[in-house]
Structure formats: structure tokens, C-alpha cells
T-cell receptor, first 112, second 114 residues
Framework: GDSVTQKQGQVTLSEDDFLFINCTYS??????LFWYVQYPGQGPQLLLK?????NKGISRGFEATYDKGTTSFHLQKASVQESDSAVYFC???????????FGSGTKLTVEP | DTTVKQNPRYKLARVGKPVNLICSQT?????MYWYQKKPNQAPKLLLF???????READTFEKFQSSRPNNSFCSLYIGSAGLEYSAMYLC?????????????FGPGTRLLVL
């Protein structure tokens, strides 16, 4: 079945470090892919999305590229800030009803 | 306003007792979802309403009920809570249509069953 895998449960960085969060997916078609971010005390919110049409999503300094060959959708940011500390979820949508399949999330802690 | 509200934010329940969680949105979204989130696990879809039609996941079919009395409100009902129901419950809504696939989430209800 369709699935999303995030192997990094936790990532700890210092400010201005480069961020890379790995995400791979398994599906029989080409889904729309998302990164959601969840700050403490809040629900997940959309960070960026990528479709098969545009291949790359960029938002707030974060970017992710849709790689059909490796079925990956890694999240990157050149220089993280303490305010980026949050949980990041990779997800894909398959059905006509926008049902999301999530990865288990990566908790990012950015130290000053 | 893209706010999804959930009540209560925290719920303590006893084993065997019922639990009712509430979600509301004012975006006139046609679809509302409930997810269960446990520590170190992915949010898991429990069910969703498209308009007035309820769709429940096969593996949680008998554990959760829901109602949607109008477009804005959706509830999640547990008839008899067990310890395994302790989790964060996230409600979300979405408009379904061309290029409209973003889900908007509420802050969640943290349920603890003792």
C-alpha cells in the first residue's frame, strides 16, 4: 500500500546549520507531496507542497524536490534558525478526498 | 480565517466510559477529517466526512463513530474508552476541488484514558 517513511526521529542543529530531512514514499502512482510543520501547542500546518507538474516547492527558506526516480522528497534549508524548531511531517495525498498519508515526523531542535 | 477549533484541548477519561470530541471550522470546507497521533508515530486517519457521507478506515471501523450535524461541526465519539485510545486527536478540514488539497488542522485534543 501507499506509505511514507521518515527515518530521522530527531535532529539537533545549531543556528545557521544546513538542514536535511529525509523522506521517501511508496505508491503506485505519482502523488502530490507535502511537508507539514507542527509547532508546540498547534496542529500541523502546510509548509510546502509539490506536484508532478512543478517538481520543486519553496517556502520560508525551505525547499523540497520531487524525485520520481528515487521516490524521495527530502526537505532542505540552507540556514536554520531557533524559530524553526518544530516537528516536520512528510505526507502524500492520493484520494479524491485529499486524504493524507503521513510519515512519523522529524523533531527538529535548533540551538542558539 | 483558516482556523479549525477543537474542544476540549485536554480530556481525561476512565476506561469503559464514553468520550466525545468536537471540531469546528468556518471555511465552508466540504471535507472534515479525524486523525489519531501517538508519540513517535505518524498521524493516522480514522475517518472523514465528505459533505454528509462518512468514510471510516477499515481497521478502526468499529472503534470510532462520528457525526456531522452541519457543514461546520464534526464530532468524534468513542463508545467505551480503552487505555489504547490515549493519544492526540487531530481534526482537519479541506476543500476538495482542482488545486485545493491543503488540509487545515486544529490544535488537537489530548486524550488520556485511565
Amino acid at each position: 500500500g501507499d506509505s511514507v517513511t521518515q527515518k530521522q526521529g530527531q535532529v539537533t542543529l545549531s543556528e545557521d546549520d544546513f538542514l536535511f530531512i529525509n523522506c521517501t514514499y511508496s505508491t503506485t502512482t505519482y502523488p502530490t507531496l507535502f511537508w507539514y510543520v507542527q509547532y508546540p501547542g498547534q496542529g500541523p500546518q502546510l509548509l510546502l507542497k509539490v506536484t508532478t507538474a512543478n517538481n520543486k516547492g519553496i517556502s520560508r527558506g525551505f525547499e523540497a524536490t520531487y524525485d520520481k526516480g528515487t521516490t524521495s522528497f527530502h526537505l532542505q534549508k540552507a540556514s536554520v534558525q531557533e524559530s524553526d524548531s518544530a516537528v516536520y511531517f512528510c505526507a502524500l495525498v492520493m484520494s479524491n478526498y485529499n486524504v493524507l498519508y503521513f510519515g512519523s515526523g522529524t523533531k527538529l531542535t535548533v540551538e542558539p | 480565517d483558516t482556523t479549525v477549533k477543537q474542544n476540549p484541548r485536554y480530556k481525561l477519561a476512565r476506561v469503559g466510559k464514553p468520550v466525545n470530541l468536537i471540531c469546528s471550522q468556518t471555511m465552508n470546507h466540504d471535507t472534515m477529517y479525524w486523525y489519531q497521533k501517538k508519540p513517535n508515530q505518524a498521524p493516522k486517519l480514522l475517518l472523514f466526512y465528505y459533505d454528509k457521507i462518512l468514510n471510516r478506515e477499515a481497521d478502526t471501523f468499529e472503534k470510532f463513530q462520528s457525526s456531522r450535524p452541519n457543514n461546520s461541526f464534526c464530532s468524534l465519539y468513542i463508545g467505551s474508552a480503552g487505555l489504547e485510545y490515549s493519544a492526540m486527536y487531530l481534526c482537519a478540514s479541506s476543500a476538495t476541488g482542482f488545486n485545493q488539497d491543503t488540509q487545515y488542522f486544529g490544535p488537537g485534543t489530548r486524550l488520556l484514558v485511565l
